[in-house]
């Protein structure tokens, strides 16, 4: 029932800019955080940016500040990623996912991908010049 759909990859070029989606069905996003992750080839899994269920309080890895925000569209409920300003580095795998949201009100959401339960199948995200 609970299912999570990413979509808005593609190949763009160094400096260009996509806003990724993250379309949740089957539960309501003040219940849940959701992060992205990435993952390119041979490497390791890397938390990108997470937004908490409860107050939309956000984080993001030092790779991401300043250039990308997450945001949450409660009517669409939806979760984005707008990614600005990107380079080859950038260039992986991009997977949303959701953990339940603890009932505290000092609360970042982590970006470590051990608490996250539920996984969408991801979108590529390639930038080449």
């Known amino acids: 029932q609970l299912q999570l759909v990413e979509s808005g990859g593609g190949l763009v070029q160094p400096g260009g800019s996509l806003r990724l989606s993250c379309a949740a069905t089957?539960?309501?996003?003040?219940?849940?955080?959701i992060g992205w992750f990435r993952q390119a080839p041979g490497k390791e899994r890397e938390g990108v940016s997470c937004i908490s269920g409860r107050l939309g309080n956000t984080n993001y890895a030092d790779s991401a500040k300043g250039r990308f925000t997450i945001s949450r569209d409660d009517a669409k409920n939806t979760v984005y990623l707008q990614m600005n300003n990107l380079s080859p580095e950038d260039t992986a795998g991009y997977y949303c996912a959701l953990q339940p949201s603890p009932l505290v009100g000092s609360y970042v959401c982590p970006l470590d991908s051990i608490p996250y339960s539920d996984w969408g199948q991801g979108t590529q995200v390639t930038v080449s010049s």
């Open positions: 089957g539960f309501n996003l003040d219940w849940y955080d």
